[in-house]
Every structure is written in C-alpha cells, then in structure tokens.
C-alpha cells in the first residue's frame, strides 16, 4: 500500500537546522511531484516547497527562500527539507505530500506529519 513516511522534525533553538525526510513506497516515485507543507495550530495548511518529477523545477514560499531547500533521490524514493536558519514562526506540523494527473485521474498521497518546533 501507498506509505509517506515523514522523520527528521525535533525541537530546535532559533537559528539552527533540520533535516527532514519522507520515505516514498507503494508507488511509482519518480513519476510524482512532490511537496512539503505545514501547518501551525489555528492556521492552515500551507504550501513550503514543491519539486518536479526530475527534480530541476522547484518552488519554495516566499518566507522560507534562502532558508529552506527542497530536494529529491530518485533511486532511494526519498524526498527531502533541508532547514537552515529556523525561527519560531517555522514551528509547525510539516507533511509531505504526493501527487499525479493524468487526464482526469489525480493521485494525492499525504504522510502522517511530524513535528517542528523551534523554541528557545
């Protein structure tokens, strides 16, 4: 069965770093955009980052440019966020998520999430 796993979130003090991953399986990884997203309690869901099935056409939320870098392996089915230079408003829930359309079929996966808090 399809399965995003999510890991790498943790509790970190303003102005460090983390990695997160999301471990793909169940699909045909390469041929899916992926994208992280976050959610802070009380607000949406937002889009952070989203790259393209080669990977070379990515996007990242205006606040997070400079900050955070997506990235994708192709042959580990893995996609990744690299965080650097947290701040408090990066706290959140960060979900990966995965999708394809093709013609009038649109596949979405999300995983579970994992936490991100960056705190003093």
């Known amino acids: 069965q399809v399965q995003l796993v999510e890991s790498g979130g943790g509790l970190v003090q303003p102005g460090g770093s983390l990695r997160l991953s999301c471990a793909a399986s169940g699909f045909i990884f390469s041929t899916f955009a992926m994208s992280w997203y976050r959610q802070a309690p009380g607000k949406e869901r937002e889009l952070v980052a989203d790259i393209g099935v080669a990977g070379g056409s990515t996007y990242h939320l205006d606040s997070v440019k400079g900050r955070f870098t997506i990235s994708r392996d192709n042959a580990k089915n893995t996609v990744y966020l690299q965080m650097n230079s947290l701040k408090p408003e990066d706290t959140a829930v960060y979900y990966c998520?995965?999708?394809?359309?093709?013609?009038?079929?649109?596949?979405?996966?999300w995983g579970q999430g994992t936490q991100v808090t960056v705190s003093s």
């Open positions: 998520n995965a999708r394809r359309t093709r013609g009038l079929k649109m596949n979405d996966y």
